[in-house]
């Protein structure tokens, strides 16, 4: 049975500081991995999606990364702001369109 | 122009009631979901369709029943609500079979059983 796990489940940095979010499954059979993020009382808003064929994926300040045969993925965000701010989940997709995600990181970026 | 929409946002209802939450997508996808987020902020998945029909039914109680009338509209009505159904309900969407696909959420409906 698929299991995503996310650490830090709770993250306070300074505006400016570069971090990483990570995000760990127990089944190395996935079709892909999606970071989302998800403000309070709002919707998910996909990030990045990244195939079980690749090992990267970067938009803006964002890249993620994974490494199937350690069950391992990462958000980097570089130069962190205030607005970055929210939950960020990971989920992956093991096929027969079953997606199954992490409880989330809470992010906060204080100015 | 929202891409998926959900009604309503908030619903709030006595214990015993029957109630239903709708959802439209406008992106052309041919799959859609549903997910339950509980109060420790998991998500877990409930249904999928993909082209109307029912993919993936996650040992959801049959109080819940999912309905497709058309590709665009995925709704769900619940029967008997319970105090435990209390959670957010997401809708997704996605492009087409197969398993490469960015799901695209829907704004959330907040459901209070009281």
């Known amino acids: 049975k698929q299991e995503v796990t996310q650490i830090p489940a709770a993250l306070s940095v300074p505006e400016g500081e570069n971090l990483v979010l990570n995000c760990s499954f127990t089944?190395?059979?996935?079709?892909?991995l999606q970071w989302f993020r998800q403000d309070p009382g709002k919707g998910l808003t996909s990030l990045l999606l990244i195939q079980s064929s690749q090992r990267e994926q970067t938009s803006g300040r964002l890249n993620a990364s994974l490494d199937k045969s350690s069950g391992r993925s990462t958000l980097y965000i570089a130069a962190s702001q205030p607005g970055d701010s929210a939950t960020y989940l990971c989920a992956v997709n093991t096929g027969g369109f079953k997606t199954i995600f992490g409880a989330g990181t809470r992010l906060f970026v204080k100015a | 122009d929202t891409a998926v929409s959900q009604t309503p946002k908030y619903l709030v209802t006595q214990m015993g009631n029957d109630k239903s939450i709708k959802c439209e997508q406008n992106l052309g996808h041919d799959t859609m979901y549903w997910y339950k987020q509980d109060s420790k902020k998991f998500l877990k998945i409930m249904f999928s369709?993909?082209?109307?029909?029912?993919?993936i039914n996650e040992t959801v109680p049959n109080r819940f029943s999912p309905k497709s009338p058309d590709k665009a509209h995925l709704n769900l009505h619940i029967n008997s609500l319970e105090l435990g159904d209390s959670a957010v309900y997401f809708c997704a969407s996605s492009q087409d079979f197969g398993n490469q696909e960015t799901q695209y959420f829907g704004p959330g409906t907040r459901l209070l059983v009281l």
């Open positions: 089944d190395s059979a996935i079709y892909n």
């Open positions: 369709y993909n082209n109307k029909e029912l993919i």
